[in-house]
């Protein structure tokens, strides 16, 4: 029996397999592919405080071995998801992880209290990376200060498992990641979309409506591995890591560069069973290599 | 409907042009088909090509139950759909199956004069929507717009379910000009399904709305996923920003801010 358990500061995973917000609905919408209860945990949609309508269309394009998208974090707000999504997903046997996003520091607060007021929700991710919206997002991911500002005021308004979502975006990752550990976060989590863009060159148009996206699947994947190998070597608390993982010898990259746990994105578009295909792999694996506990592989190229 | 993940094997590539291509497919377990309603779509797996990436999402045209075949109808527009065009018997194609929500089908008791309008490879969905329409006991008469005669699409087997009327662009068959110019839509329609290129069923709508005939447009907006996951298919309603993939690819023009 190899242990698959993960803990990421207070929060117990079943085993170190989650899904990407926005790549996953609410997870109801793999209910007729998967068993839910069998992820580690899956994070939710981003989340506003207000209802928000996103980017105009187009807001995706194929690109080389991943799409770039730029939807704008649509979403019907946090109250919504209390009311109307929370009490559906609740009864799953998995960790439900809140991503939330904020065009001002007070929004993020206040999506936090209301969470930390109205439900059980154990974790939250703080995305201060998204690419595609104008106010907020990557403005505050970007800088350690922005950073530093928004895990500070979440750290307070949120008592459970604060997971502080970064930017690709920057100069050095590692920078921005050691600025939320030392505002409080219990983790980070590794890389949001990396910024691109597409041209249609017979309309000579950009293909998105925001002319600029951000870039996922396994295009970044390298990208991910190296800032998540950099990222965890430089701070004390978990990494979670993401960008581009296919399977389960993907995720893997990702947990022996140092990874304690890892999300599965848009993988989920072209297999939405492709996460319980890699949680099954990562057990095979750790029976192969004689491994009795997942723990033991974290960052093990280091060793 | 429960959403499967499925291999089909192909039994039958008919090349209609070399722009299009009619996939006959068959569950390779040996399944029976999955239940299925007209206007739903399925999401294929491009497998053997160097830059695709996502699934592509194509209308079912046809499910045949006696021989348990579902049919593709197939336009070549890149290379994801060009592996598809050149897909040899025997070959297994992953698909992801039913999606959407398909047209709405009249009332019991009703019959609604029921003109059903495609352009180009938007004839696919109206095949197995007349089929279904004539065994509810619906005459459907079509309305069929291509460039020219040599894009014209499956029409014995449209005129196998009712009349056929026949637009094109060069006069090449039928009447020269858009459908909405055809005089068949001059006649007066309670029900109108319309499935092709954005302008065309954008025209059609207008004329729709000017005869008071109800009417329901299928839409084939860019989509990842197809399951209402990614959030990138949307289309503006008079709800907000909502997905073609699930909420979705029909709609009724009353839903639309056409």
Redesign the interface.
């Given at each position: 029996m190899v242990n698959l358990n993960v803990k990421i500061g207070s929060l117990e995973l079943k085993n170190p397999v989650l899904t990407a917000s926005?790549?996953?609905?609410y997870g109801t919408?793999?209910s007729?592919?998967i068993d839910l209860g069998r992820l580690g945990g899956y994070i939710v949609?981003g989340t506003t405080l207000e209802p928000r309508?996103?980017n105009d269309?187009?807001?995706?394009?194929?690109?080389?071995?991943?799409?770039l998208?730029a939807?704008g974090l649509?979403n019907k707000g946090v109250d919504y998801f209390i009311d109307h999504i929370y009490p559906e997903i609740r009864h799953i046997d998995s960790k439900p992880i809140v991503n939330v996003s904020g065009a001002k520091v007070e929004d993020y607060v206040a999506v936090c209290e209301r969470l930390a007021d109205r439900t059980d929700i154990e974790a939250i991710e703080v995305n201060i990376s998204c690419p595609n919206v104008k106010q907020g997002g990557m403005a505050f991911g970007t800088t350690c200060a922005g950073a530093a500002q928004v895990t500070k005021a979440v750290r307070k308004a949120f008592p459970g498992t604060v997971i502080v979502k970064l930017s690709p975006n920057v100069t050095d990752i590692t920078e921005i990641a050691r600025a939320v550990e030392a505002e409080g976060a219990d983790a980070v989590s590794l890389i949001n979309t990396l910024m691109g863009m597409a041209i249609d060159v017979e309309r000579q148009r950009p293909y998105l409506s925001t002319i600029t996206g951000g870039l996922s699947?396994p295009a970044v994947r390298p990208v991910a591995v190296r800032m998540v190998w950099q990222t965890a070597k430089a701070v004390s608390i978990p990494v979670v890591g993401l960008g581009g993982i296919m399977n389960g010898r993907d995720a893997l990259e990702f947990i022996l560069a140092g990874a304690t746990a890892i999300e599965v994105g848009?993988a989920?578009?072209?297999?939405?069973?492709c996460t319980v295909k890699i949680i099954d792999y990562i057990n095979e694996y750790c029976r192969r290599h004689s491994v009795s506990d997942i723990n033991e592989l974290i960052g093990a190229i280091n060793r | 409907m429960?959403?499967?993940?499925v291999d089909f094997r192909v039994i039958e590539n008919c090349a209609l042009s070399p722009l299009y291509s009619l996939l006959k497919l068959t569950p390779a377990d040996g399944h029976e088909l999955p239940e299925v309603k007209p206007g739903q779509f399925v999401q294929v797996?491009i497998d053997g090509s160097k830059?695709?990436?996502?699934?592509r999402p194509i209308s079912i045209c046809r499910v045949d139950r006696q021989t348990n075949l579902l049919w593709l109808l197939v336009r070549l527009a890149g290379e994801g759909t060009a592996v598809l065009l050149a897909a040899g018997e025997g070959r297994i194609i992953n698909m992801?199956l039913p999606l959407g929500n398909g047209f709405s089908m009249p009332e019991a008791g009703e019959n609604p004069k029921t003109l059903l309008i495609g352009g180009g490879v938007g004839v696919a969905p109206l095949l197995q929507l007349g089929i279904e329409l004539k065994n509810a006991g619906i005459t459907p008469e079509f309305l069929i717009g291509a460039r020219s005669e040599a894009d014209l699409l499956m029409i014995e087997e449209f005129r196998k379910l009712g009349d056929v009327n026949i637009s094109t662009d060069d006069g090449s068959a039928g009447e020269k000009g858009v459908v909405t110019l055809h005089s068949a839509l001059s006649r007066g329609w309670d029900r109108i399904y319309c499935c092709g290129p954005a302008p065309m069923m954008k025209a059609v709508a207008r004329v729709a709305k000017e005869i008071g005939a109800d009417c329901e447009v299928s839409l084939e907006?860019?989509?990842?996923?197809?399951?209402?996951?990614?959030?990138?298919?949307?289309?503006?309603t008079v709800k907000?920003?909502v997905c073609v993939c699930t909420e979705g690819p029909v709609f009724n023009i009353k839903e639309l801010t056409w």
């Open positions: 926005g790549t996953f609905g919408e793999f007729d592919f949609k309508q996103g269309y187009p807001r995706m394009v194929e690109t080389p071995s991943g799409m998208n939807v649509q699947g848009t989920n578009f072209i297999d939405p069973a | 429960k959403k499967e993940i797996e830059h695709t990436f996502l699934r992801i907006n860019m989509m990842a996923c197809g399951l209402g996951a990614c959030l990138c298919c949307v289309e503006k907000g920003n």
